[in-house]
């Protein structure tokens, strides 16, 4: 009980720093708590979809889990270093004064208890009633009644305060082997030993800069969505690496170059700044760069679910391009097991116009597509050929010259489009979703005139490879092409690889959103597509996006936060003496202000313009990504970035003006 009762005085004596170490710890656990009771609920709140789905949904949220509990441990490490680090001194008297090394890791470890016990009652009580408010909010996103139990289920609150354990248990560890070996002479000696001026490090900052450099390279050069996707995380590594070793050995270097400049250098509040700077940005780099990617990551990750989730209309339009679609099957058509149909033609129209009538539903218009299975091929100068795995899975993504082609024949398409086009054995009509206009096109050794651009109402846009229409004169001559595209390639494999020719039909249609759901499901045959049942999908798998992008976005922003305290904390605890030293030698008490509002200033809005400078690079590369989900809006991303940039502006002068005063009061 001795130890404990002396944990307890010691929490009390230090709450500046023991206070953000329980608020922080809290949060960690109630947002842990959050989501994985969203992950043990998930099939609750996707109970309107397939099981597939709901397994789905719920790996998802177990994932955002584990990127939660990864960041419990390193936010929990960083306070608990922090904690170290300022007790040192304190530590060091107790040893002077008989503790020993057992003595001092039972009084750490009681405080570190005793913080677990706070941490567990009240992160599981405001993480049952913060887990319920959140179901609200998603399950209103959603569409799930507000009587699913959601929020009280005892096993995530088991199961977190089972992780936060084993992590007071890790801190337990790490402090007792600091403690191991650290000596009592030595911990006061590392109190009051001074700061020798750092070199500059050349070698870490020529790798900055070529980090860094590489990563925005990636940002800006990789245009292909696929080779973005594949690249992402590379570039993230890249411009993460380039940002610490920038902030570590860059800071210094700019600083030292600032000291050679005398008409900047000799002014009090920089002479002061810049001189104090180049002795401490070696430890204050680190955390700098730190608060810079956590405020890039907090930006970003807001800006593309909130995107996402604003997107679902594109999303929605650029997958379907027709209210309810499907294959048909007739007395005309061939399925896939190369048989025909029973239905005439009149008979299946009439049927699927019975069931529109059914479901209170008008069919405003109906249109008839018959076309080949869709493959990739590519284009060298004019020269169309099949694309191969190695055009696909290029370095950077596909190559810029690959497209998914399909064909059809001058039949098809005036039935489709209510035209009269008439085609020569040589003759094509060619269109493409890139934008590409060509007059002729080689295959193998035939050469076909271009007469015009062929119409794509029903295309759907592919963004890493694009989508192509070759309108020819006959079957016959679809067949000839593609014998010429694959002469050693057997008939079954050519019939397998275009899937013969489909007939879809294409329905515009008016009614309720539920009333053309309920007409998707009275279309026989699997390959039915509805716009209303796809928006409706779509908006639920925007919403848990958005939901976990603002749980992620809360813990980028808590240890952002958790860093700028500390920070604060240790500049003013390292500063305190220094001014009190500048007043003493003359110096005015608003002379010492301006100083330290320079240098908080210098400190504390880098990063924000970095991270602002890192999102902005990151934009066009993000965006091309999000092509991949069907949005090609770029302003309505840039603008979401703005207006994201802007808030989390204003919440982060918000955090340094609240932190900030915690330094003026250390230092008066």
Not at 501 to 525: C, E
Request: aromatic residues 10%; positive net charge; glycine residues 6%.
């Amino acid at each position: 009980m001795f130890y404990f009762r002396l944990a307890a005085t010691n929490i009390r004596a230090h709450k500046r720093i023991f206070v953000p170490f329980l608020l922080a710890t809290t949060l960690l656990t109630v947002m842990n708590v959050v989501m994985l009771s969203v992950h043990a609920d998930a099939g609750a709140i996707f109970a309107n979809n397939s099981e597939g789905i709901q397994a789905v949904a719920s790996e998802m949220f177990k994932y955002g889990a584990y990127v939660m509990m990864v960041f419990a441990v390193i936010l929990a490490w960083y306070a608990n270093s922090f904690l170290l680090k300022q007790r040192t001194k304190q530590l060091a008297l107790y040893s002077v004064i008989g503790f020993g090394k057992r003595e001092l890791r039972l009084m750490t470890a009681a405080e570190l208890l005793i913080c677990l016990i706070i941490t567990l009652i009240c992160g599981s009580v405001f993480g049952a009633a913060f887990s319920r408010l959140s179901y609200l909010a998603l399950g209103k996103m959603l569409g799930v009644p507000a009587n699913v139990a959601f929020g009280v289920n005892p096993v995530p609150i088991a199961e977190v305060a089972g992780i936060m354990a084993l992590i007071f248990l890790w801190l337990m560890l790490l402090d007792a082997n600091w403690l191991r070996r650290h000596r009592p002479l030595e911990m006061l000696q590392a109190v009051s030993a001074g700061e020798r001026e750092p070199k500059t490090r050349w070698l870490m900052l020529i790798l900055g800069v070529l980090t860094l450099g590489a990563g925005y390279a990636a940002a800006i050069g990789i245009t292909n969505p696929l080779g973005a996707l594949q690249w992402f995380f590379i570039a993230v590594v890249l411009v993460i690496i380039g940002t610490y070793f920038l902030f570590i050995a860059g800071s210094v270097f700019i600083f030292k170059r600032l000291r050679k400049n005398k008409k900047y250098y000799y002014q009090p509040a920089h002479f002061i700044n810049v001189a104090n700077m180049i002795h401490r940005m070696r430890q204050n780099g680190a955390g700098l760069a730190s608060i810079a990617i956590l405020a890039t990551m907090t930006l970003v990750t807001i800006a593309t679910t909130i995107t996402l989730y604003r997107g679902v209309p594109q999303i929605v339009n650029t997958s379907n391009p027709a209210d309810l679609q499907y294959l048909r099957f007739t007395t005309l058509d061939t399925g896939t097991q190369g048989k025909k149909g029973t239905l005439t033609p009149a008979k299946e129209k009439a049927q699927v116009a019975a069931a529109a009538r059914k479901h209170h539903v008008t069919i405003k218009k109906r249109t008839v597509a018959t076309v080949s299975g869709a493959t990739p091929m590519k284009f060298t100068g004019k020269r169309l050929q099949l694309a191969t795995n190695k055009d696909y899975n290029g370095m950077f993504g596909p190559k810029a010259d690959m497209q998914t082609l399909s064909f059809m024949t001058a039949a098809h398409y005036n039935q489709m489009m209510g035209t009269h086009v008439k085609l020569g054995a040589s003759d094509v009509l060619y269109g493409s979703t890139k934008d590409q206009t060509r007059s002729r096109i080689i295959v193998g050794t035939s050469t076909m005139r271009v007469l015009g651009k062929a119409a794509m109402p029903f295309a759907t846009n592919i963004a890493a490879t694009g989508t192509a229409l070759l309108v020819l004169q006959n079957e016959s001559a679809i067949s000839a092409v593609i014998k010429q595209l694959a002469p050693k390639m057997k008939q079954a494999d050519i019939d397998a690889m275009f899937a013969q020719m489909q007939t879809t039909v294409y329905l515009t249609l008016s009614g309720s959103q539920a009333n053309q759901r309920a007409l998707a499901k009275d279309i026989p045959g699997d390959s039915v597509q509805s716009a209303a049942v796809n928006r409706k999908e779509i908006l639920q798998w925007m919403s848990a996006f958005l939901f976990m992008g603002i749980l992620i976005g809360i813990m980028f922003i808590l240890a952002t936060a958790l860093i700028l305290y500390y920070k604060q904390v240790a500049e003013g605890l390292a500063d305190a003496k220094r001014y009190k030293i500048l007043q003493q030698v003359g110096l005015s008490e608003r002379e010492v202000r301006r100083t330290i509002n320079s240098q908080l200033l210098t400190l504390f809005y880098i990063p924000l313009i970095v991270a602002g400078l890192h999102t902005l690079v990151a934009a066009p590369f993000i965006q091309r990504v999000l092509t991949l989900f069907g949005i090609y809006d770029w302003w309505q991303f840039l603008a979401t970035i703005g207006i994201t940039l802007g808030i989390f502006a204003v919440v982060y002068v918000l955090m340094y003006k609240t932190t900030a005063r915690v330094y003026y009061r250390i230092v008066k």
